[in-house]
């Protein structure tokens, strides 16, 4: 049983809507600047790159996950200055992990309703002022009477999922450390990324310590403070201020039940739903083929795998089958994560959705550099997740 | 895209150590009393009485463990409390040796998600194991360990733990 009976309606809008700019921070592990001033510097840099000034913007939305990790209260008012919110209309989503993919969603809608002509979208996350552990935000995630005093913390949830994961389908950790060198890998051409090394290997995630078996720590995407931005525009703007829009056709989003526990683990029906409902909205029917270039959500290396079948990119329990046989490799058929993902590039919550969506678009337009997907590719999707393992954020770009 | 990379400043430890750069902290005080409300209470009532409770759904028919008293599929009110056994079966584990700040556990704590037996299928908790062997795996059947009745408060840990069921128990 999920939800009650879901419904896609394919709705689209008559208004074409295109990324048309991106820029981003470094990612680290503990930045100097402030929120504002890496919310700043990503807007800024956004803005640049399509030769647009915050005068072209008429409305700001704003992506940061919880106000915990800053200690500041409704912390998209307190970044909103940095973001280029002063005197627009601004709104914050705050969907967990999967903020950064749904921020991109709003920007669009904002702007496929008619309401607006461009956007500007800025997710930021600093997560190192939190002390002593970043992990003391997430720790009021469980239920405070049934779970809270089993003092749980946020890497049993990841844990107990990849095990049902690992045990539905008699995976391996081996099958399943390969994405977290992929995507390390990957990352050793991301300008931007933490943690790329392009020398890692299977046995060194294999041998890192285990923390919540089976999840051990190069299992795991660091902790990070960065911030990404996107120009949004419509299309009749999209076409004045660049030669290469790149469309979104499709966006989708889902959310489980919070009662966790009564889930089935192994599999994410609510990104499949995310997934569908994007896929009709931008008249994919064979996402297998339509789909050329994915960024889905890895802040743990089986979650990769995980989204990819929810993403129905692969059958059930197959996706690990085809990241050993290289097909997700960046000149594989199916390249994943070819930015080097959260893994790689670094896991500033909601920066880092977002990061994956400014992928896309780098790749679909060429400009990826050395981290550049062979082929052309022509449509590509980022996908995202968070809350209590419960929520799929999808969108689908093409050129 | 390099060029709209912008580079942000890593600090290191020696920085703070070293007072090269300026900061401030503070340290929160915050307290929270949580009312349980209608159906959990009555599921830490249960449990200081030593027993497991659901409640049904006149629709769907589901048996459902924590308690609720709307059925979230249905969207309709549930209606009946429907009492459950103590055990239940281990649908996953981990074996967590770290604290939430990442500081090393002697002694690894293992929670799991345990199926409820009498709740519908699919239908379980949150909670920890003990008296487990290495041999541990998904599909074990295990039984509630209760505290003592004096010891009990109305709260999820009057469970202690779970502890596996030999085949010769069942």
């Given at each position: 049983?999920?939800?009650?009976?879901?419904?896609?309606s394919?709705?689209r809008s008559n208004?074409?809507?295109?990324?048309?700019?991106?820029?981003?921070?470094k990612?680290?592990?503990?930045?100097?600047?402030?929120?504002?001033?890496?919310s700043?510097e990503?807007a800024?840099?956004?803005?640049?790159?399509c030769?647009?000034?915050?005068?072209?913007?008429?409305?700001v939305?704003?992506?940061t996950?919880?106000?915990a990790f800053?200690?500041?209260?409704?912390?998209?008012?307190?970044?909103s200055?940095?973001?280029?919110?002063?005197?627009k209309?601004v709104i914050r989503?705050?969907v967990?992990?999967?903020?950064?993919?749904?921020?991109?969603?709003?920007?669009?809608?904002?702007?496929?309703s008619g309401l607006?002509?461009?956007?500007?979208?800025?997710?930021?996350e600093?997560m190192s002022?939190?002390k002593?552990?970043p992990?003391a935000?997430?720790?009021?995630i469980?239920?405070?009477?049934t779970?809270?005093?089993?003092?749980p913390n946020?890497?049993w949830?990841?844990?107990l999922?990849m095990?049902?994961?690992m045990?539905?389908?008699?995976?391996?950790?081996?099958?399943?450390?390969?994405?977290?060198?992929?995507?390390k890998?990957?990352?050793?051409?991301?300008?931007?990324a933490?943690?790329?090394?392009?020398?890692?290997t299977?046995?060194?995630?294999?041998?890192?310590?285990v923390?919540?078996w089976?999840?051990?720590?190069l299992?795991?995407s660091p902790v990070?403070d960065?911030?990404v931005?996107?120009v949004?525009?419509?299309?009749?703007?999209?076409?004045r201020?660049?030669?290469k829009?790149?469309?979104?056709?499709g966006?989708?989003?889902?959310?489980?039940?919070?009662?966790?526990t009564?889930r089935d683990?192994?599999?994410?029906?609510?990104?499949?739903?995310?997934?569908?409902m994007?896929?009709?909205?931008?008249?994919i029917?064979?996402p297998?083929?339509?789909?050329?270039?994915a960024?889905p959500?890895?802040?743990?290396?089986?979650?990769e795998?995980?989204h990819?079948?929810?993403?129905?990119?692969f059958?059930?329990?197959?996706?690990p089958?085809?990241?050993?046989?290289?097909?997700?490799q960046?000149?594989g058929?199916?390249?994943?994560c070819?930015?080097?993902?959260?893994?790689?590039?670094?896991?500033?919550?909601a920066?880092?959705?977002l990061?994956?969506v400014?992928?896309?678009?780098?790749q679909l337009?060429?400009?990826?550099?050395?981290?550049?997907v062979?082929?052309s590719?022509?449509?590509?999707?980022?996908?995202?997740?968070g809350d209590?393992m419960?929520?799929g954020?999808?969108?689908?770009?093409?050129? | 895209?390099?060029?709209f990379?912008?580079d942000?400043?890593y600090?290191?430890?020696e920085?703070?150590?070293?007072g090269?750069?300026?900061?401030?902290?503070w340290?929160?005080n915050?307290?929270y009393?949580?009312?349980a409300?209608?159906a959990i209470?009555?599921y830490l009532?249960?449990?200081?009485?030593?027993r497991?409770?659901?409640?049904?759904c006149?629709?769907?028919?589901r048996?459902?463990?924590p308690p609720?008293?709307?059925?979230?599929?249905?969207f309709c009110?549930?209606d009946?409390w429907?009492?459950?056994?103590d055990?239940?079966t281990?649908l996953?584990f981990?074996?967590?040796?770290?604290?939430?700040?990442v500081i090393?556990?002697?002694?690894?704590?293992?929670?799991?998600?345990?199926?409820?037996?009498?709740a519908?299928?699919?239908?379980?908790?949150?909670?920890l194991?003990?008296?487990?062997?290495p041999?541990?795996?998904i599909g074990m059947r295990?039984?509630?360990?209760?505290?003592?009745?004096?010891?009990?408060?109305?709260?999820?840990?009057?469970?202690?733990y779970f502890r596996?069921?030999?085949?010769?128990?069942e």
């Open positions: 049983m999920y939800g009650n009976g879901l419904k896609h394919g709705k208004q074409r809507v295109a990324v048309v700019g991106a820029g981003m921070t990612f680290v592990r503990r930045a100097q600047e402030t929120a504002k001033e890496l700043w990503a800024h840099l956004a803005l640049q790159s030769e647009l000034t915050l005068d072209d913007i008429d409305a939305v704003i992506g996950a919880p106000d800053d200690g500041v209260h409704m912390k998209s008012e307190y970044l200055d940095g973001c280029g919110g002063w005197g209309p989503g705050y967990g992990g999967g903020t950064g993919v749904f921020a991109a969603i709003q920007g669009w809608y904002h702007v496929a607006f002509d461009t956007v500007l979208v800025v997710c930021e600093k002022s939190c002593p552990h992990q935000a997430f720790l009021t469980f239920d405070h009477t779970e809270r005093p089993l003092e946020l890497l949830i990841f844990a999922e095990n049902a994961y045990n539905r389908y008699g995976l391996s950790k081996r099958d399943i450390a390969t994405v977290s060198v992929k995507n890998r990957n990352a050793a051409d991301h300008p931007a933490l943690l790329g090394d392009p020398d890692i299977v046995d060194d995630v294999l041998n890192s310590p923390l919540a089976p999840v051990q720590r299992d795991v990070t960065g911030a931005a996107l949004i525009s419509a299309s009749q703007v999209a076409r201020v660049t030669r829009p790149i469309w979104i056709e966006v989708g989003w889902n959310l489980d039940t919070s009662y966790w009564n683990l192994s599999y994410p029906v609510y990104v499949e739903e995310a997934a569908r994007a896929y009709d909205m931008a008249g029917t064979e297998r083929k339509q789909i050329h270039i960024e959500y890895d802040p743990f290396d089986y979650k795998l995980h990819l079948e929810g993403l129905m990119l059958d059930k329990g197959q996706a089958r085809a990241a050993a046989d290289g097909v997700t960046r000149n058929d199916l390249p994943v070819p930015s080097g993902g959260l893994l790689g590039v670094g896991n500033p919550i920066a880092a959705g990061m994956k400014a992928e896309i678009f780098w337009r060429g400009e990826a550099g050395a981290r550049q062979p082929g590719p022509k449509r590509g999707l980022a996908q995202a997740w209590l419960q929520v954020t999808v969108i689908v770009m093409g050129v | 895209m390099e060029e990379v912008y942000a400043v600090l290191r430890r920085d703070f150590e070293e090269r750069v300026l900061f401030e902290t340290d929160p915050a307290q009393a949580w009312d409300g209608v209470g009555r009532q249960e449990l200081k009485a030593g497991l409770i659901g409640r049904s006149p629709e769907c028919q048996i459902m463990i609720r008293m709307f059925c979230e599929s249905c009110a549930t009946q429907v009492p459950l056994e055990t239940g281990v996953t981990s074996r967590c040796y770290v604290t939430w700040d090393q556990l002697e002694k690894p704590k293992m929670p799991a998600v345990i199926e409820i037996d009498g519908s299928p699919g239908m379980g908790i949150l909670h194991l003990g008296e487990v062997d041999g541990l795996e295990v039984q509630a360990i209760w505290k003592p009745p004096e010891e009990r408060s109305g709260s999820i840990t009057d469970i202690a596996p069921l030999e085949p010769s128990e």
